[in-house]
Nanobody, 124 residues
Framework: QVQLAETGGGLVQAGGSLRLSCVASGRTFSSLTMGWFRQYPGKEREFVATISWSGRSTYYADSVKGRFTISRDNADNTVHLQMNSLKPEDTAVYYC?????????????????WGQGTQVTVSS
């Protein structure tokens, strides 16, 4: 089992920045593909970004490309999502996810482990 805990959500004005972090435990972190997803009220969870176990491969949703950066620190068992130039439409609950299949994927069905989520609110 993998336990995930997100931190860093909050309220920010449009154009501002936030950094989300997710600490993983229960499994060798360097064996996990990590991802970030977000969910709007009444909508399905959608892909934001993913990073391979080594950190050498990253992939982003078109809506965040060029504004968000995913990174990981295998020594600290942590994955980060740096969010810049935030827009009101980025307002959502953000979830950290992990997968132990070594597959880099934008499909939420590929991820077996999920955090509890952290709220990000961007005011206009």
């Amino acid at each position: 089992q993998v336990q995930l805990a997100e931190t860093g959500g909050g309220l920010v004005q449009a154009g501002g920045s936030l950094r989300l972090s997710c600490v993983a435990s229960g499994r060798t972190f360097s064996s996990l593909t990590m991802g970030w997803f977000r969910q709007y009220p009444g909508k399905e969870r959608e892909f934001v970004a993913t990073i391979s176990w080594s950190g050498r491969s990253t992939y982003y949703a078109d809506s965040v490309k060029g504004r968000f950066t995913i990174s990981r620190d295998n020594a600290d068992n942590t994955v980060h999502l740096q969010m810049n130039s935030l827009k009101p439409e980025d307002t959502a609950v953000y979830y950290c996810a992990a997968d132990d299949s070594f597959v880099v994927s934008d499909s939420r069905g590929n991820y077996d482990y999920w955090g509890q989520g952290t709220q990000v609110t961007v005011s206009s």
